[in-house]
Nanobody, 118 residues
Framework: QLVESGGGSVQAGQTLSLSCTSS????????VAWFRQVSGREREGVAA???????TYADSVKGLFTISRDDTKNILTLQMTSLKPEDSGMYYC???????????????WGQGTQVTVS
């Protein structure tokens, strides 16, 4: 129900923007977030944004990544700047209900988009 796009291979220091959209969910009605996962490691929350536009970030990406929504297009975006090799991984878009942070019980997940930083 969620579809991510925008992943790719970039060099360290570059910027990349990911997008997530849904044909079934109205993103602005949910707590929506980005998670990432490296093979063999647990999935970690990166950034979340609630229906009022309040956002929260993992300490590792504060000041570097920006989460935003375009409600007119039903798109969630993650802009990632100054990318590092440790930012590599599969990035997932997710949506859920309730208090919005990176510990929210997210019910809907996309298939992911791969980001590789070298």
């Amino acid at each position: 129900q969620l579809v991510e796009s925008g992943g790719g291979s970039v060099q360290a220091g570059q910027t990349l923007s990911l997008s997530c959209t849904s044909s079934m969910l109205t993103i602005s009605r949910y707590c929506v977030a980005w998670f990432r996962q490296v093979s063999g490691r647990e999935r970690e929350g990166v950034a979340a944004i609630d229906g009022d536009g309040r956002s929260t970030y993992a300490d590792s990406v504060k000041g570097l990544f920006t989460i935003s929504r375009d409600d007119t297009k039903n798109i969630l975006t993650l802009q990632m700047t100054s990318l590092k090799p440790e930012d590599s991984g599969m990035y997932y878009c997710t949506a859920g209900w309730g208090y919005c942070d990176l510990q929210t019980d997210f019910q809907y997940w996309g298939q992911g988009t791969q980001v590789t930083v070298s």
